[in-house]
């Protein structure tokens, strides 16, 4: 039986359309997925929606709408940005659905059977932008005399009625949790971070509130919800069966990675370790804080007009140049920045020139000279060798900066692969052996077919579409994808007569759109 990989992405507030910082996460996160799937992993693969809270309330009141109405329809705009953008999920979670409601219930008897829930009054700062409290050593005042949160959002002075969980409790077991295993926090800096907050003393956490219904209700307790917070981590238990001990996917529990961005690492690396310490369930591995995607180096917002749909951008450059360019030119854990310009550069440069080139031209050569058959063996060269040698390095350096969630250096590796082929292509070059020595022609188009499909798999999970359709035309299937050595593939594709077509351009040059320039 495979190893269970268990990779969630955060649950996004549906109060408003997906944009690129969502579109972003997922694509991460999907491209993570579609390696450890490829490395042989039973992956489980969630998203979703969170739809409790102020922010949900004050978002639908603002629309003159029914909550459950907003949540609904926007809930379904995430869904579909999935699609569009090739996201292999196997769950996807809406906090308003019975099962998260059990599920939410269950984790709340279980902290309370602890002793560590108890009724008390919240006399404190709320940003309902953040859903998050503050203490007042860390509310700032901002222009006017407003009070921001450390975030920068607005805060107001709440009293309510609440009940609070004994968070402070779980301070030393965190502190011995983050030196014991430096992977629960990821990268360095962010559980720098956390670890400075903790050390810094932690309060009970008011975890229910009373001024508003919407929400999961507190089993005994009329008139409570839940803080969303509390309903929200536990998303990540409802989509694997929780509390049914017997549900088969609780296999996959704990979780492998909570991928995240890092405005939220808190929420996930305190209060979400200190409910599962109560609660006597396993802790997930590791939680990663990914960067912010900037648009030209700046905070996206509605005021600023440079909020755009992700399915515009798909429209415009096509999925896999999005899913590409995101990953490779982000540095994966640091803040990123796009644009149209950015994004035809990078697209052009090293898929549409680079690997691009080198299929359809390799492909179309042997096509058009040889009817497609695959190359003979002809005769060998060191430069062939060298060749491979350095094609399966790139890969294999591809895999290895992706099992540690190094994505943008994996893919830069890998492009030094793709540089060696096109310099070995311009070196050799088939098209004038043709006449001078065909055995030799034979023996370049040969190693370049074996090298294509090697960096065809080894890209699969950031382009699925587009190194699929590469891998089609050299024949290779998709029980051939995993692995990168050839393990006697050429042989058996050329044994069994495939031709290779004439190919249609896999990764087309892309153009600035005319409003972007
Ligand atoms: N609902 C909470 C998460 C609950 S998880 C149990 C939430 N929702 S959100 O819609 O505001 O954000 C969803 C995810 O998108 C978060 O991981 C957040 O960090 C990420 N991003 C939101 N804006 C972003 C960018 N501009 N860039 C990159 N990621 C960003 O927080």
Not at 264 to 278: E, G, K, N, T
Not at 397 to 410: E, H, K, N, P
């Amino acid at each position: 039986m495979a190893e269970p990989y268990y990779i969630t992405t955060a649950i996004s507030y549906p109060n408003g359309r997906p944009h690129i910082g969502h579109a972003y996460e997922a694509i991460a996160a999907d491209a993570i997925a579609r390696f450890q799937r490829q490395a042989g992993r039973d992956v489980r693969f969630q998203t979703g929606t969170d739809e409790h809270g102020l922010k949900m309330v004050q978002a639908a009141r603002a629309e003159g709408r029914p909550v459950a109405q907003l949540a609904d329809e926007m809930s379904g705009y995430f869904r579909d940005m999935c699609d569009a953008l090739n996201i292999s999920y196997d769950r996807f979670v809406r906090t308003t659905e019975p099962a998260h409601y059990r599920a939410s219930q269950a984790l709340w008897e279980a902290m309370a059977a602890k002793g560590d829930l108890y009724p008390s009054r919240y006399e404190g700062w709320y940003s309902v932008r953040d859903e998050a409290f503050y203490t007042d050593a860390e509310v700032v005042e901002g222009e006017g005399g407003i009070k921001l949160s450390p975030q920068g959002t607005p805060v107001e002075w709440t009293v309510e009625e609440s009940w609070f969980f004994r968070l402070s409790k779980y301070q030393q077991p965190l502190l011995d949790l983050y030196a014991r295993d430096p992977d629960f926090i990821r990268p360095d800096g962010r559980r720098n971070e956390v670890t400075r907050f903790v050390e810094g003393g932690l309060t009970d956490l008011s975890v229910s509130r009373t001024s508003f219904d919407w929400g999961v209700p507190v089993p005994g307790a009329d008139g409570h919800v839940m803080y969303v917070w509390v309903d929200a981590l536990t998303n990540y238990l409802t989509g694997i069966g929780y509390p049914d001990a017997d549900a088969a996917e609780r296999r996959y529990w704990p979780a492998d990675l909570h991928l995240i961005g890092k405005d939220i690492v808190r929420f996930h690396a305190v209060y979400w370790p200190a409910f599962l310490m109560s609660a006597d369930i396993p802790l997930p591995k590791s939680v990663f804080g990914h960067g912010f995607l900037l648009h030209r180096g700046e905070k996206m917002s509605k005021s600023i007009g440079n909020v755009v749909d992700p399915q515009a951008l798909v429209a415009a450059f096509g999925v896999d140049a999005l899913r590409y360019f995101l990953l490779r030119d982000v540095s994966f854990g640091q803040d990123g920045s796009y644009s149209a310009e950015a994004i035809v550069t990078r697209v052009n440069a090293e898929l549409a020139n680079s690997f691009g080139n080198l299929a359809q031209r390799t492909l179309s050569f042997i096509a058009k000279n040889l009817e497609g058959a695959f190359p003979s063996v002809g005769t060998a060269a060191e430069a062939d060798g060298m060749l491979i040698e350095e094609v399966v390095v790139a890969c294999a350096g591809l895999r290895a900066a992706f099992g540690d969630l190094a994505l943008s250096q994996g893919i830069e590796t890998w492009m030094r692969g793709v540089f060696a082929c096109n310099q070995y292509i311009d070196a050799q070059a088939p098209w004038a052996l043709r006449k001078t020595n065909p055995d030799r022609m034979h023996a370049v188009l040969r190693t370049l077919v074996r090298a294509i499909r090697m960096l065809a798999i080894a890209i699969l999970p950031v382009v699925p579409t587009a190194a699929a359709k590469v891998l089609d035309q050299v024949g290779a299937e998709e029980r051939d994808h995993a692995a990168i050595d050839d393990d006697g593939w050429y042989e058996r594709v050329a044994a069994s007569g495939f031709r290779i077509a004439p190919p249609a351009p896999v990764f087309p040059r892309l153009e600035l759109p005319p409003e972007a320039a």
